[in-house]
């Protein structure tokens, strides 16, 4: 009986992970809006998990970032401007607005 709890925590761990590619490797976070003016907007996004916090706790800026990168590839942008890009940034909040430039 515990095996099947253990095995859905495990599959929903999994689910939250953040798999970087080249492409979202290449895209710049920045906190720095001067850097994208004659960019273009394309979205907001989020950077934060997509499993529910009471299960699993991530306020980590790696995480973070590493999912602004990823959605920002998927949305075809170049570039996020984000609080989560200061070294200082300690959550909640993993918005950002991405920008092709």
């Not at 515990?2 to 939250?16: E, Y």
């Not at 699993?56 to 990168?69: E, M, P, Q």
Request: with cysteine; glycine share 4%.
């Amino acid at each position: 009986m515990l095996l099947r709890p253990i095995l859905l925590l495990s599959t929903l761990a999994l689910a939250a992970c953040a798999v970087p590619n080249s492409r979202s490797n290449a895209v710049v976070v920045t906190e720095n809006k001067e850097i994208v003016q004659a960019c273009k907007e394309i979205a907001e996004i989020n950077g934060d998990s997509t499993i529910n916090q009471t299960l699993l706790i991530d306020s980590a800026r790696d995480s973070a970032l590493a999912r602004l990168k990823i959605r920002a590839a998927e949305a075809g942008g170049t570039h996020v401007v984000s609080p989560v890009a200061a070294h200082t940034w300690k959550g909640p909040s993993t918005a950002g607005t991405v920008y092709k430039c």
